[in-house]
């Protein structure tokens, strides 16, 4: 799904009042709750494979729920390994 997609599909279920967080590997991303990953496109939860990686960035991107209040964008503390 594009992120433009993404976004919009947000505000409905914020709006339902359910929140939300969008992983995005783009800055600018106009949803509620973004959380940045400085990761390749296709790859938003990292490097294939690494099922540990993966956890942890969901783990984060779920954290958001919680710190943000308000609409923001946050960059997760991850980078790509190779």
């Not at 919009?8 to 800055?27: C, D, H, K, Q």
């Amino acid at each position: 799904m594009c992120h433009r997609s993404v976004g919009l599909v947000s505000e409905v279920i914020e709006g339902e009042g359910v929140p939300t967080v969008t992983l995005a590997m783009e800055r600018g991303v106009a949803a509620p709750r973004v959380a940045f990953v400085p990761f390749p496109y296709n790859f938003p939860m990292g490097e294939p494979g690494e099922k540990g990686r993966h956890g942890e960035v969901a783990l984060a991107a779920l954290g958001l729920l919680h710190e943000l209040r308000e609409p923001g964008e946050v960059e997760l503390p991850f980078s790509w390994r190779r």
